[in-house]
């Protein structure tokens, strides 16, 4: 199964921007969807944005929609989540995710990144 590593989260103020990177490698064609999900302490993991490979047609959280892009190379085999217009309720550990399908259920996907933090502070 395709294996999944993020990179790029940190400490940014509110307003600011960040880029979030998910190289991965071992793709197969049940990996045909990437994903963006943040889980906060004590809260649930919850959906950002999706893409497919091919094609490249995205699927945004209404939450997110307008300050987060996802986009991805297929050549490099990395996606990525551009974050505009940070806030401090965006402060969480945000996971990259692969699965056959591009859905908005965590439990759709089914390789899973270590995490990277993001934290939106003054």
């Known amino acids: 199964q395709v294996q999944v590593v993020e990179s790029g989260g940190g400490l940014v103020q509110p307003g600011g921007s960040l880029r979030l990177s998910c190289a991965t490698s071992?793709?197969?064609?049940?990996?045909?969807?990437m994903a963006w999900f943040r889980q906060a302490p004590a809260k649930e993991r919850t959906f950002l944005a999706a893409?497919?490979?091919?094609?490249?047609?995205?699927l945004y959280a209404d939450y997110v929609e307008g300050r987060f892009t996802i986009s991805r190379d297929n050549a490099k085999n990395t996606v990525w989540l551009q974050m505009d217009s940070l806030k401090p309720e965006d402060t969480a550990v945000y996971y990259c995710a692969a699965g056959p399908y591009m859905r908005k259920s965590p439990a759709d996907y089914n390789s899973w990144g270590q995490g990277t933090q993001v934290t939106v502070s003054s």
């Open positions: 893409i497919r490979w091919i094609g490249g047609r995205t």
């Open positions: 071992g793709r197969t064609i049940d990996d045909a969807a």
